[in-house]
């Protein structure tokens, strides 16, 4: 469990978070347990890079599964970019979309060299575990 503490109106408040599973947050506030929904309302803009084009300096990239001819989400998470488009040529190990979990960006890659069937997801979508991202030829 994680411990935070925050400000609110001027008044500190030491929080326990004791869980977060996809949009469902439970934490505990004097002694107090919560549980809310959150739903993300801003999309971050991508100042530096158009929409659909992956940074050149990334993090090591993140292993994805496949499940047949479909890239799945490794995690539960938020899609911040979608770097293929239909009909796209992409190599093994290439980055075909970010996921943020637990605020950290995963770049996802692709298992195998293939050309892109379908794009199943996009920017500020929320998927699940097992969810196909993207779906080869």
Do not use: W
Request: proline content about 7%; aromatic content about 4%; hydrophobic content about 40%.
């Amino acid at each position: 469990m994680n411990r935070y503490r925050v400000t609110v109106n001027g008044k500190e408040f030491n929080v326990l978070l004791h869980e977060k599973v996809h949009s469902i947050i439970k934490f505990e506030v004097e002694n107090e347990v919560f549980e809310v929904e959150v739903t993300p309302t801003i999309q971050r803009p991508q100042a530096s890079q158009p929409q659909g084009v992956m940074p050149k300096a990334a993090p090591a990239p993140r292993s994805t599964g496949v499940s047949g001819n479909k890239v799945v989400a490794p995690m539960p998470g938020i899609v911040v970019n979608v770097g293929v488009e239909v009909g796209a040529e992409v190599q093994q190990g290439q980055i075909v979309c970010v996921v943020e979990a637990m605020k950290m960006e995963n770049n996802i890659t692709s298992p195998r060299t293939g050309k892109v069937k379908e794009v199943l997801v996009k920017a500020g979508q929320e998927v699940d575990n097992g969810q196909a991202l993207i779906v080869f030829e």
